[in-house]
């Protein structure tokens, strides 16, 4: 049994994962994007290989323009790399047609962006139940889900809220709800504090240690905040398109 450094330095592929006999939550190997108008091409990334394990936090931090959202859209599969692979839970996304991409996405990730992007038409609870609604699970099923991991984000006696009557921490609250909802390998959040006030923003970064360890939920997290980056078990560091630290 073959175990992955997870601090495989950057142009190193990962040529195996596991945790207990489980695969990486999430596998980069060898990330190349690049544009290419004819007369110049700009590389975004260079060479970018590591590993998320099973139940892990990863912070990936950098200055603007490092490559750090290109990065977690790849990882996302709502971007495709100029060359290299992602794996998912074991399940590589290498020549997925669009529509298995998108069922791989809807099973195994979760995602929480800064802005909450929450249908206001809806309530928290129905909000949080889409994704397994999207899968063609039973409306009772999915809503029974999305009752339980409002609960887990202390937001149990919001459920018939709508998001107009939600403050933001709230709102947010239930955007990671959502990402949990469908219980992925792992959660891609993208500044999930970079809206919120300090006090509010400490209180999202103490849920998302708690909801990672009771749940065992790996997360893949872009910051600029120091203080979210210190508490994940370990931050990878982007600069110029590569991996230099992590």
Do not use: W
């Not at 970079?194 to 790996?218: I, K, P, Y």
């Amino acid at each position: 049994m073959t175990e992955l450094n997870p601090t495989s330095a950057a142009g190193t592929a990962p040529v195996a994962s596991t945790r207990a006999g489980a695969p990486a939550a999430l596998l980069a190997s060898n990330l190349v994007k690049y544009y290419d108008d004819g007369a110049n091409r700009i590389d975004v990334l260079r060479d970018v290989s590591f590993s998320v394990e099973q139940g892990e936090m990863v912070a990936i931090v950098g200055a603007s323009g490092s490559g750090k959202s290109t990065l977690l859209h790849i990882l996302g599969l709502l971007d495709v790399p100029t060359s290299g692979s992602v794996t998912v839970a074991g399940e590589s996304a290498e020549g997925l047609s669009e529509s298995k991409k998108s069922a791989l996405r809807n099973r195994s990730l979760g995602f929480v962006y800064q802005f909450h992007h929450l249908l206001a038409e809806f309530s928290a609870l129905d909000n949080v139940a889409m994704p397994l609604i999207v899968r063609r699970e039973s409306r009772s099923v999915a809503r029974d889900r999305a009752r339980e991991v409002l609960g887990l984000v202390g937001l149990a006696a919001r459920a018939d809220h709508y998001p107009g009557q939600l403050s933001g921490g709230e709102r947010q609250r239930v955007a990671l709800a959502r990402a949990l909802v469908t219980r992925p390998a792992c959660v891609l959040a993208d500044e999930p504090t970079g809206n919120l006030d300090r006090n509010t923003a400490q209180a999202m970064f103490e849920l998302l240690s708690r909801v990672n360890q009771e749940s065992g939920t790996a997360f893949a997290i872009v910051t600029h905040d120091p203080v979210l980056a210190q508490r994940a078990d370990r931050q990878l560091v982007m600069e110029g398109g590569r991996l230099v630290s992590g």
